[in-house]
């Protein structure tokens, strides 16, 4: 895999800026959107000018990369705050779902069937502080998994279950872009960028085997420690 690319912002502004532009060039086809809180200020922008009308919404293949076992309108739904802060607000036509409020493993083998046959053209991905992307969490049983393109893993860390695309699906992605911000997740960036290889540790290492481009947008305080 070639060297990620690596980008450093002061604010982090000019970082969702330039996560804006870099979405509208690379978001095609299909793009896995990212859960938790660092993409919501992506999404409002996207989801307003310069950028709103340079994405083909009625086209593009909107996607997750996981979410969190819980009904669409809960407060922890990745769906739910995608929702809000873009979806209500483009004429996105191509929204595929994962439905955390049925059966995690019904879930994850209805998303199998649903995710495109090629590579997804877009990932993005966050981070957290224990180095977990999507829901791939340390230590989990999904690490193992590489027969499946979509799985449902039990998450002891945050007591739910959660659906993931698996280490292979994410390693096909054409484009891995990580949005990360933050002192506190400066020590996982260290780790997984650069540190001794131990993805069933550090799982969003396995972006070291990505078969696309792979790219880390970070502010000052989550590079702090490269
Ligand atoms: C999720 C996310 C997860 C997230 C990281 C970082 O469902 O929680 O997909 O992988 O990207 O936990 O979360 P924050 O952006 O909230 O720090």
């Given amino acids: ?112 069937r649903l995710l495109p046959p090629e590579p997804l053209d877009l990932a993005l991905q966050g981070l957290g502080a224990n180095s977990h992307t999507a829901s791939l969490f340390p230590h989990t049983d999904a690490l193992k998994i590489t027969d499946r393109r979509v799985v449902a893993n039990w998450v002891a860390e945050v007591n739910m279950w959660r659906l993931t695309i698996t280490v292979p699906e994410l390693q096909r992605a054409r484009h891995i872009l990580f949005l990360v911000t933050g002192q506190e997740k400066a020590e996982a960036v260290r780790t997984v960028i650069a540190g001794p290889e131990d993805p069933e540790a550090y799982p969003a290492q396995v972006v070291r085997q990505a078969q696309g481009s792979v790219t880390w947008f970070l502010d000052s305080g989550a590079a702090s420690g490269l």
């Fill in 1 to 112: 895999m070639p060297e990620p690319e690596i980008r450093v912002f002061d604010n982090v502004d000019a970082l969702f800026r330039a996560a804006a532009e870099r979405f509208v060039e690379r978001a095609r086809g299909s793009v896995a959107l990212s859960g938790g809180s660092t993409p919501r200020a992506l999404f409002d922008l996207l989801a307003q000018e310069p950028y709103r009308d340079h994405v083909n919404w009625t086209e593009l293949g909107i996607y997750w990369g996981d979410e969190r076992c819980v009904p669409p309108d809960h407060p922890d739904s990745n769906y739910g705050m995608a929702k809000q802060h873009l979806l209500d607000k483009v004429p996105a036509g191509k929204v595929f779902r994962m439905r955390g409020e049925i059966e995690p493993h019904l879930a994850a083998d209805e998303y199998q």
